[in-house]
C-alpha cells in the first residue's frame, strides 16, 4: 500500500476524511504503478479547482479543496473528481520522468494551449484504464485553448487515443491545429 | 390540482440534487453562484482564465435548470390565478407564450451542455428562482421573476454570448444571442404588466418594487453581478433599458452591487 500522508488532518470548511482522501489517492497512485509515498496538501478554502505539483522527488502535491468535491453536493467529498485530478497529476510525474519530456518547459511555463493538450492525453490515458474520463468535458477545453474546428477536433482524438507520446509529439499536435 | 405548487415537491429524476437556500449561503467558502465563487477574488468570466470553460459549463448548467424553473414558474401563473378577479386574460397568454419559450430554452440548453461536455445533475440545483415563482400575489411573482430574475438572465445571457465570441465558439454564441432576445421579452412583460397592475395602487407598486429588490439583493452578493470591469457576470444597460428598466432603476442595481461588494471586503 503507498503511503499517502494528507494535510490538513481535519476539516472545518468540507466534508472530507483524510482517511478516505488518503485511500483514493493510495489506489490512483497504484493503478498507475506509483510505488512510494505521496505527500498531499489540500487547501479547504478554496473551491476551485486548481492542483500542482509541488514536488517531483519526493512527490507532493496540492490542491483546492474543489478539486476534490462532488460538484452535486458541495463541500462533500467526491470520488470521481479525485481520481482525475490526483491522476493528471501523477501522470505528470511519470511523464516527466520517463525521459520523453525532458525538453518540456517547466509547469510554470506550460501556457493553457500546452495544459490543456496535455492534459487530454493524460485523461485519455486514465480513462482507459477505468479512472475518470469526462472526454467531452476535456473536448470542449480543448477546443476553447486550440479553435472550434475540425483541425482542432483530429488533434483532440490523436491526443486522447495515444498511449505515449512524447512532448515533442505533444508539442507538434498541439500547435499544428491552433487557430 | 391545487393551487400554489411547493418547490420542495417539484417533480426530478434521480440526475437531479437539490441544494438548499441555507446550504448555498451557509457555505463558508462563499455562496456558489453562476459558475464561480463569490468569496475568492473576483474576475469577468472569460476563456482566458484557467478555469474559464469549466466556469462557463457549471453556469450553463445554472442556466439549465433556470430555464426548467422559469418553464415551471410560467405554467403555474397561467394555474395559479382566477381570470377577471386576479389576472386578465392578456397576462395568462403572455405567460403561455413564456412557457413555450422556456420549453424552448431547456431544450437548447439540454444541446449546449452536451456541446460543453456536461452532464444534466452534474451540479447541484438551486430553486431560488422557482421559490420566487410562489409569490401569492400575482404582481409581485411577475416583478420578483420576470424582473429581477429574468432581468439577472439579461445580464448572464449577454456574459455567455460574450465568452462564446471570445473562445470563437459559434454555437454558444448564437445560442446564447436567440436566448437573450426571449429574455429581454420576458423582461419587458413583466415591466408592462407591473405598471397596467398597480396603475392605480400605489402601494401594491411599491410592495412588488421591494420584492424585486430583495430578489436583485440576493444575487448580488460580493458583488457578483456588476458594472465593474472585474465583475462575473457584467450588468447589461442597453438591454435592460429595451426591456422596461428606467436610468434609475439600473443605476439602483448597479449600487446594490457596489455595496454588496463594499461590504464583503470591507
Redesign the interface.
Known sequence: MVQVSVKPESF???FYDVAVIGEVVAEVAERLGVDEAITLDID???????SKILSYDPIGLWVD?GALEN?????NFGQARSRDTIGRLLLRILDRRSGRFDDAPTDDELD?SQ?AAWDVHNVGRLERIGLGG????????F??RH??TDLADAAFEELWGSSELSWAEIERISVGCR? | MRKIFPAEELARDSRF?R?TNE??MG????A?IAGG?T??NLAKLT??L?????RA??LMHGIFVGEIQALEGAGRTCWDFELGDEVPLALKLDMARQCWDEARHCEISVSLA?????EL????ENALLYEAACNPDPVLRLTGVNRALEGLAIDVFNTMKEFGNM?????LEFCEDWMLADEVTHVKMGSDWLRRLTENDKDRLDKALEFQKVVDRLFSFNGFRGEDDDSPIQLTRRFRELAGFSDEEIDEIADMSRDARFEATA
Open positions: 472545518e470548511m468540507v479547504e478554502n478554496s473551491p476551485l479547482g486548481r479543496g460538484t452535486q453536493r458541495p463541500r493553457l495544459f469526462q472526454r467531452k468535458r476535456r473536448l470542449y477545453q477546443r476553447n479553435g472550434f487557430t | 440534487i441544494q446550504q448555498r457555505d463558508p467558502r462563499g456558489r465563487n468569496s475568492g476563456p482566458d484557467p478555469n474559464g470553460p469549466d459549463r457549471a452536451e456541446h460543453m461536455g456536461t445533475g452534474e451540479y447541484a473562445a470563437g465558439d459559434p454555437v
